[in-house]
């Protein structure tokens, strides 16, 4: 059985850097008081991985393009169908259904990020831009910060899901290849090397990403710091 490299170093690192961020934002926030600091530290580190994850959407590797993961509706129906089978999506990357789910985390994690920045919690704490509008519409923007809360934690415990169930119904390990990049096709599934190319992982691609990184840690340090000095202290 032959492996290729499916996810490169970036997209991975970007991942478990995401996963560690919003572990740490969920509690913190649960913890509340001097810990809120935290909480807001971690929504930063958030919102800089989002933007990282828009721009890589464009120009990454092959399978973490915004294109690999869009499909036509009847793809994604067909793909809904496969979880039923014991061998179901045996392409690389992410299956159709998979990309939809990809596509609703990241854009639930931005709205929250992006909520974030003008919420507050009619303690201590306010978003960095909260002072930029109004005390009545920085309420509403933390009720949906918070409700958002909720559809956050239902994602995220859909993604544990399909990903025991992929590994128990259909034998096919998703975290591995997110560790060491390199995937196999799933036992019962299409060996074919023409459908499954390896994408370039190397210093070249690197470099790009942490430019990339370093121009999105840039906008939202810009973004966070403008908060006037009479209100910094």
């Not at 793809?75 to 998979?98: E, K, N």
């Not at 992929?166 to 060491?180: A, D, F, H, S």
Request: aromatic fraction near 12%.
């Amino acid at each position: 059985m032959f492996r290729i490299r499916v996810w490169d170093l970036p997209t991975r690192l970007f991942h478990w850097a995401l996963v560690v961020s919003v572990t740490g934002s969920i509690v913190t926030v649960k913890i509340g008081g001097n810990w809120m600091e935290w909480h807001f530290r971690c929504g930063y580190a958030i919102l800089t991985l989002l933007l990282f994850r828009i721009v890589w959407g464009f120009i990454g590797s092959r399978y973490a393009r915004f294109v690999h993961l869009l499909a036509r509706p009847s793809r994604i129906i067909s793909s809904a169908r496969g979880l039923w089978s014991t061998t179901g999506y045996s392409g690389p990357g992410h299956s159709p259904l998979g990309g939809v789910a990809v596509l609703a985390l990241l854009a639930a994690f931005i709205f929250q990020a992006v909520t974030g920045l003008f919420s507050n919690d009619d303690i201590a704490s306010e978003g960095p831009l909260a002072f930029r509008i109004s005390k009545s519409r920085s309420d509403f923007i933390s009720d949906l910060h918070s409700s958002n809360a909720v559809v956050i934690y239902v994602l995220l415990g859909l993604h544990v899901l399909a990903i025991a169930y992929y590994y128990w119904r259909q034998g096919r390990n998703l975290v591995g290849p997110m560790i060491t990049g390199s995937a196999s096709p799933p036992a019962g599934g299409t060996s074919d090397p023409e459908r499954w190319i390896g994408i370039q992982d190397d210093a070249a691609l690197w470099i790009r990403a942490l430019l990339v990184l370093a121009a999105c840690a840039g906008i939202v340090w810009f973004v966070v710091s403008t908060v006037p000095p009479r209100l910094a202290g």
